[in-house]
């Protein structure tokens, strides 16, 4: 079974519109990080979170990370059609130093 | 700011044949990077962890003899795919850490298809 389940699995959202994604695990997340990725390129990192309750934005984008470190979710306010892509949220399953384990990805599409 | 480089972009090779990929730290040196695997459509898999001066430390299910690491530098890991075949086909991304936990470097990725 996948450790970091991400939901949904697809998103198609009219430009403008709020979207959340959501990552949960069924072990402690020591670090949490979130990508985007349009596939076949690069990641781009977008927030880590590591203390239960920790909440991060950057631009219109909101990562919170639960109090009990095992569930982190996504928001985006006000999407536009750059936010479209794929979201990662990866990692560090073993406490040890930065080997992530990725999500299964969530699909996002806006709609201009 | 740090960059990670990986080379070839792309490639494509016959069946049966051996393609080696790079994966550069540019301008910081790493001691250990680690190799992923993403499928179309799919997330990344971590493969294995590449430590420099040592063997490499594979994941469950995934193929020693097949997937050869090297890290022969701090600068450098190469992953050589041997005997290739069409289901190694993949999109092929390095990353290495960066001094806190907050900085995890990415490469572009390359993408390898088996003819």
């Known amino acids: 079974s996948q450790e970091l389940e991400q939901s949904p699995q697809s998103l198609i959202v009219q430009e403008g519109k709020n979207l959340t994604i959501n990552c949960t695990s069924s072990?402690?997340?020591?670090?949490l990080y979130w990508y985007k990725q349009k596939y076949g390129e690069g990641l781009i990192f977008l927030m880590m979170?590591?203390?239960?309750?920790e909440e991060k934005s950057h631009e219109k984008i909101t990562a919170k990370l639960d109090e009990k470190k095992q569930q982190s979710s996504l928001h985006i306010t006000a999407s536009q059609p750059s936010h479209a892509g794929i979201y990662l949220c990866?990692?560090?399953?073993?406490?040890?130093?930065?080997?992530?384990?990725f999500g299964t990805g969530t699909k996002l599409q806006v709609i201009p | 700011g740090a960059v990670v480089s990986q080379h070839p972009s792309r490639v494509i090779c016959k069946s049966g044949t051996s393609v080696k990929i790079e994966c550069r730290s540019l301008?910081?040196?790493?001691?250990?990077m680690f190799w992923y695997r993403q499928f179309p459509k799919k997330s990344l898999m971590l493969m294995a962890t590449?430590?420099?001066?040592?063997?490499?430390?594979?994941e469950q299910g995934v193929e020693k003899d097949k997937f050869l690491i090297n890290h022969a530098s701090l600068t450098l890991s190469t992953l050589t795919v041997t005997s290739a075949h069409p289901e190694d086909s993949s999109f092929y991304i390095c990353?290495?850490?960066?001094?806190?936990?907050?900085?995890?470097?990415f490469g572009p990725g390359t993408r390898l298809l088996v003819l």
């Open positions: 990866g990692a560090d399953l073993s406490g040890g130093y930065q080997k992530v384990t």
């Open positions: 590449s430590n420099e001066g040592s063997k490499a430390t594979y």
């Open positions: 301008d910081f040196q790493a001691t250990t």
């Open positions: 072990k402690t997340l020591y670090g």
């Open positions: 990353s290495a850490p960066g001094l806190t936990k907050e900085t995890q470097y």
């Open positions: 979170l590591q203390k239960g309750g």
